[in-house]
């Protein structure tokens, strides 16, 4: 019976494959794709996705990609603020954590307006597109050939997951539809078919937001499809309206039609029950890397050393935790470089402890083993990470669930930590496991839990300005940047795998965002980078040309040096979706100017003093008589904000701006006394 069973699994895979060919050669070019002229409702669209495909395959790990968009006018060619057009193409690398996806079979094509066709034989090449607070996105690029108005530009590809050497469990592809993009899509086709013939769940909820609203005239006919490997599903949508994103929003895909494939059992029709069982599979499994922990009572006792206080002790194997080699902040090894530099796989913790590395999990499991030894109630969370998704309870699967915390017992009180998150310090979750969801792992099954939130005096800039005016207008001086808490966390965590001149780049292009355009910056030398906690701290030479300007005898100088990107954010007068901060903030700025010989103060801003229940923000100016002495704050204890707090908020923030973008006058002449502001 077992061989008729893989016998039948592999005709399955076969004929699936045989199946998934056919959806993947080139379409025939239409006369209404030659002919389509614009968007309907949006006349003046840049571009249009004529057809896009997308298959996912559980049985090859993988997901076929096609895309077919047309070039309406000039738009579509200007580059954007990325010196991007639509005749360049970037196809996403999506990862899982040590998990990353191959671009394999891509191949591209212009399909010109008079119907030729010119193949692109050019060489895609990898590179980081964005890179900021953590994240870094990859992409493979390439410029398609001969695009102009009128032009079709197609492309093709498949994503296949690349499992390591060490991963002793099945994993899959994609598991959601890419059903709406930042193009109107005249025509979508949409299949997903599960490993052998096994049973999925399918959370098919989908809805269009546009213009604030769900609009109920579109047709979203799903049909799902049973193929001969048992219930494969497909979904064909025509006219599905371009998604619109907006600043400071929350993770796109909760606000995009979506259907999400994940596996569950059999017969079981409760969600609570269904995490119940997940919750308990989760246990057994932890349970046995935890077990098998030789050395690592011993271990646990070393770090903690004469220590008696609880909360220090703690600390102690903390720290010894953090200082196994993480491989998750590590470039991922080919099977034979992982052999040629002696990487072995983990199997348990007393593994982790004897080799001295591990990914970010197993280090989160070493130190749930070294504080059980240490006679502390210790527990693994399975955390949601809403940076890409807030969780939804109705999806019963551990994708969504695939960051691991700790939860100690101290003294009566449950605190979470993150000995797996490189530079995390002790008492510290990083800003995206905070104020989430998390399923605690326990015999029973699991307890929902919430991770504590981050407030705002856990993550503070502080820019300190020293600076002189000359009389041309222009600005000189050093800037001293200090980044503390979830701050200097995601600043450290962005310049891994930077060098000393990466690191400076970053660092002088982030300073360049807050100054004004034209600003000339020089990172002297920065402090930190290498710190579990503590603050990041980086030191500038800038110059600014025009900062200041002569009005007759009058000198306008702006008091503040420093432009912040939120002051843009609320420049509209409405809003469509949620306002959303990824974590609490403080901006703590003092900007000192020395002004030129022969000048008194003739007017100084006003003192500024805005209130909200969870935001303030203080600004004051004073002139001693050669140099003119700016303090601000800007405190805010706030991520999510439903559509109705806009008004509010718009409000605050346009205090902010009036107050950042306010002058000092100065006379030429007379007195020289020292003289304040209101």
């Given at each position: 019976m077992r061989t008729v069973r893989y016998f039948s699994l592999a005709l399955c895979f076969l004929f699936s494959i045989a199946c998934f060919a056919q959806k993947e050669d080139w379409l025939p070019v239409t006369p209404q794709d030659l002919q389509y002229k614009e968007v309907p409702g949006n006349k003046g669209a840049a571009a249009v996705r004529l057809y896009y495909a997308q298959h996912i395959n559980d049985n090859t790990s993988s997901c076929f990609i096609y895309q077919r968009i047309k070039i309406l006018n000039e738009k579509a060619l200007n580059p954007d603020s990325r010196g991007k057009t639509?005749?360049?193409i970037e196809v996403p690398i999506f990862s899982f954590g040590s998990i990353v996806e191959n671009i394999t079979d891509l191949k591209a094509r212009t399909i010109k307006p008079d119907g030729s066709i010119v193949e692109f034989t050019g060489k895609p090449f990898e590179k980081v597109i964005f890179k900021g607070r953590g994240?870094?996105?990859?992409?493979?690029?390439?410029?398609?050939?001969?695009?102009?108005?009128?032009?079709?530009?197609?492309?093709?590809?498949?994503?296949?997951?690349?499992?390591p050497a060490y991963s002793f469990i099945k994993v899959f592809a994609r598991d959601t539809w890419d059903i709406q993009s930042e193009l109107f899509t005249v025509k979508e086709t949409l299949t997903y078919q599960p490993y052998g013939g096994s049973e999925f769940q399918s959370s098919s909820k989908p809805s269009f937001y546009f213009d604030g609203a769900k609009i109920s005239n579109v047709t979203m006919n799903l049909k799902e499809k049973p193929s001969k490997s048992g219930n494969g599903s497909e979904l064909q949508l025509a006219n599905v309206p371009a998604f619109e994103r907006e600043e400071f929003m929350p993770p796109e895909d909760n606000f995009k039609p979506s259907v999400i494939f994940f596996y569950g059992r059999k017969g079981n029709?409760?969600?609570?029950?269904?995490?119940?069982?997940?919750?308990?599979?989760?246990?057994?499994?932890?349970?046995?890397?935890?077990?098998?922990?030789?050395g690592v009572k011993e271990a646990a006792m070393q770090a903690i050393g004469g220590e008696t206080e609880p909360g220090m002790k703690l600390r102690k194997i903390y720290e010894r935790a953090q200082q196994v080699r993480n491989l998750t902040y590590e470039r991922e090894r080919t099977k034979e470089e992982r052999k040629q530099e002696n990487i072995q796989k983990n199997t348990n913790v007393g593994d982790v402890l004897a080799h001295g590395y591990g990914y970010e999990d197993s280090i989160t499991f070493l130190f749930v083993a070294m504080a059980r030894a240490a006679g502390f109630d210790a527990s693994v969370v399975q955390v949601s990470d809403r940076k890409t998704r807030f969780?939804?309870?109705?999806?019963?699967?551990?994708?969504?669930?695939?960051?691991?915390?700790?939860?100690?017992?101290?003294?009566?009180s449950e605190i979470y930590l993150e000995p797996g998150t490189r530079f995390c310090p002790y008492g510290f979750l990083r800003w995206n496991h905070t104020a989430t969801d998390g399923l605690k792992i326990e015999r029973k099954g699991g307890t929902f839990v919430k991770a504590p939130p981050i407030t705002y005096d856990k993550s503070v800039t502080r820019r300190t300005a020293q600076m002189s005016l000359d009389e041309d207008?222009?600005?000189?001086?050093?800037?001293i940047l200090e980044f503390e808490g979830a701050e200097a966390l995601e600043h450290r965590l962005d310049a891994i795998d930077s060098d000393e001149a990466g690191r400076k780049k970053d660092m002088e292009d982030e300073l360049k965002q807050w100054l004004p355009k034209g600003s000339i910056v020089k990172m002297v030398v920065a402090q930190g980078w290498e710190s579990t906690g503590g603050p990041l701290v980086a030191r500038f030479n800038i110059e600014v040309p025009g900062y200041a300007s002569m009005a007759g005898k009058r000198l306008l100088i702006p008091?503040?040096?420093?432009?912040?990107?939120?002051?843009?954010?609320?420049?509209?007068?409405?809003?469509?979706?949620?306002?959303?901060?990824?974590?609490?903030?403080?901006?703590?700025?003092?900007?000192?100017?020395?002004?030129?010989?022969?000048?008194?103060?003739?007017?100084?801003?006003?003192?500024?003093?805005?209130?909200?229940?969870?935001?303030?923000?203080?600004?004051?100016?004073?002139?001693?008589?050669?140099?003119?002495?700016?303090?601000?704050?800007?405190?805010?204890?706030?991520?999510?904000?439903?559509?109705?707090?806009?008004?509010?908020?718009?409000?605050?923030?346009?205090?902010?701006?009036?107050?950042?973008?306010?002058?000092?006058?100065?006379?030429?002449?007379?007195?020289?006394?020292?003289?304040?502001?209101?």
């Open positions: 639509y005749a360049d994240d870094k996105v990859s992409v493979k690029a390439f410029s398609m050939p001969e695009v102009s108005v009128g032009s079709i530009v197609e492309y093709k590809y498949r994503a296949q997951v690349l499992v029709d409760s969600v609570d029950k269904e995490w119940q069982e997940i919750g308990k599979d989760r246990y057994e499994e932890l349970e046995t890397f935890l077990a098998a922990n030789k969780f939804v309870k109705e999806w019963t699967s551990l994708r969504q669930l695939d960051d691991e915390i700790a939860a100690v017992n101290l003294n009566g207008g222009t600005l000189k001086g050093s800037v008091a503040y040096l420093f432009q912040l990107k939120q002051n843009q954010t609320f420049a509209h007068a409405q809003r469509k979706y949620p306002v959303y901060f990824p974590y609490p903030f403080t901006d703590t700025d003092s900007v000192t100017i020395k002004v030129p010989a022969g000048f008194t103060l003739e007017s100084a801003p006003p003192q500024q003093d805005a209130k909200l229940p969870y935001a303030r923000y203080q600004n004051v100016s004073q002139f001693d008589g050669t140099q003119l002495v700016t303090q601000r704050q800007l405190a805010f204890n706030g991520i999510y904000f439903d559509v109705d707090k806009y008004s509010e908020l718009k409000s605050f923030f346009g205090k902010v701006q009036t107050g950042d973008e306010q002058q000092a006058v100065l006379h030429a002449g007379g007195s020289t006394s020292a003289q304040k502001s209101n």
